[in-house]
């Protein structure tokens, strides 16, 4: 699952099990503690260890401090996300229990990326970690605006990643060399391969009108390209924030969805 799916996510402490109820029977409602910030990596940079919490302004005018969660100490109640009860899935209570040093830590999310030789690579965007374990699978790394619409991103698997350097993601050399995945350009040219295929079997009729389509897209899709990339973005980050298909995520990478249970019986931004 991606890193990027819980930032704005709202976290809950539920009430004590003995005041669950209030005298007129009715559930008592959970307490909102505050929204998932940025993830927070294990020194070395290859596991999910926690997030930052953003907390709600005191008096909606006084901000506090970020406070650090352990990821372990996150779960799913119903419909929300909820935390532990316990003092050890906060700050460095946590970090102690973890046997990590927050200070060493890293967030890895919007940090710029080099090679070992200096070479810029783009920005880290996201991190796609398993849901059970904390482990990541791939760095997705980007070089953002109207360039990431058209030529789409880079995964980057942990085996590129050499460290963390004057402020930046130190990769290998090789990772200029991935192939970029997601863009406008890659699904144009998947259309274009099927467009060709079905213009074989049903005949020049068919050709033409992908050469006009391609036409128009020529035409008026490059300009368009740009001025609705943010757009774009914009309206996926809501469609991808979306609640409840998150939740129905989470639960299932997790390994807490019924589904799933059949099938198996303050850190600094460097």
Avoid at 11 to 16: D, F, I, Q, S
Avoid at 146 to 171: F, I, T
Avoid at 249 to 261: D, L, Q
Wanted: glycine share 12%; proline share 5%.
């Amino acid at each position: 699952m991606l890193a990027g799916d819980f930032a704005g996510i709202k976290l809950y402490k539920l009430p004590a099990p003995d005041k669950r109820v209030k005298k007129d029977g009715t559930p008592r409602d959970p307490k909102k503690i505050g929204k998932v910030h940025y993830p927070v990596f294990s020194p070395e940079g290859t596991r999910v260890v926690g997030f930052m919490l953003r907390l709600p302004d005191i008096a909606g005018m006084v901000k506090q401090p970020d406070r650090f969660i352990a990821y372990d100490a996150i779960g799913v109640s119903g419909d929300i996300m909820v935390a532990k009860d316990d003092r050890a899935a906060f700050d460095a209570p946590a970090a102690k229990r973890l046997g990590i040093d927050l200070d060493a830590c890293l967030i890895w999310t919007g940090m710029d990326v080099r090679t070992t030789s200096g070479k810029p690579v783009g920005y880290c965007a996201d991190v796609d970690f398993n849901g059970r374990t904390g482990e990541v699978l791939s760095f997705i790394l980007t070089e953002g605006g109207a360039s990431n619409a058209l030529v789409g991103h880079r995964e980057m698997p942990p085996r590129m990643l050499k460290g963390y350097r004057d402020g930046a993601m130190v990769v290998s050399e090789e990772a200029l060399d991935l192939a970029f995945s997601g863009g406008a350009a890659a699904k144009a040219a998947e259309v274009s391969v099927h467009a060709a295929a079905k213009a074989s079997e049903v005949g020049a009729k068919a050709k033409v009108q992908v050469k006009k389509g391609a036409a128009i897209l020529d035409d008026k899709g490059s300009k368009a390209l740009d001025k609705g990339s943010k757009a774009l973005g914009k309206q996926l980050g809501k469609t991808k924030g979306m609640f409840g298909s998150f939740v129905s995520e989470y639960k299932k990478a997790a390994g807490t969805s019924s589904t799933a249970k059949k099938k198996a019986p303050s850190t600094k931004k460097k």
